[in-house]
């Protein structure tokens, strides 16, 4: 239990997204919602939590622009992502102190 929710690739060996608070206590569920846009979690602190399954997708709805600006991105992203520079930033999460240094 690190208190942490952490969202994994079903090829990769590391974690998608990590999410966490300050306050949240042991998680002892998740759920997705019935289109996988959100994630649900409830922890020992009796609270229920909504988080994005992808944290950078945006909410709001996108005009065609932003869409192309997106798709671009990730495709750079994709071309390049065997320079070592673009893969360190592609792996960087953040992560509580506690988790870090427990490493």
Same mark, same amino acid.
């Given at each position: *239990?690190?208190?942490?929710?952490?969202?994994?690739?079903?090829?990769?060996?590391?974690?998608?997204?990590? *999410?966490?608070? +300050?306050?949240?206590?042991?998680?002892?569920?998740?759920? !997705?919602?019935?289109?996988?846009?959100?994630?649900?979690?409830?922890?020992?602190?009796?609270?229920?939590?909504?988080? +994005?399954?992808?944290?950078?997708?945006?909410?709001?709805?996108?005009?065609?622009?932003?869409?192309?600006?997106?798709? !671009?991105?990730?495709q750079?992203?994709?071309? *390049?992502?065997?320079?070592?520079?673009?893969?360190?930033?592609?792996?960087?999460?953040?992560?509580?102190?506690?988790v *870090?240094?427990? +490493?």
């Open positions: *239990y690190d208190r942490t929710i952490r969202i994994f690739d079903k090829l990769g060996g590391r974690s998608r997204e990590i *999410y966490h608070t +300050k306050r949240m206590q042991k998680v002892f569920t998740t759920k !997705y919602s019935l289109d996988s846009r959100f994630v649900f979690s409830g922890s020992d602190d009796t609270n229920i939590r909504i988080w +994005k399954s992808v944290a950078d997708q945006p909410l709001k709805t996108l005009a065609p622009r932003e869409k192309q600006q997106i798709n !671009y991105s990730k750079l992203a994709q071309r *390049y992502e065997h320079m070592p520079e673009i893969r360190r930033i592609l792996k960087h999460r953040h992560e509580p102190k506690d *870090y240094s427990a +490493k």
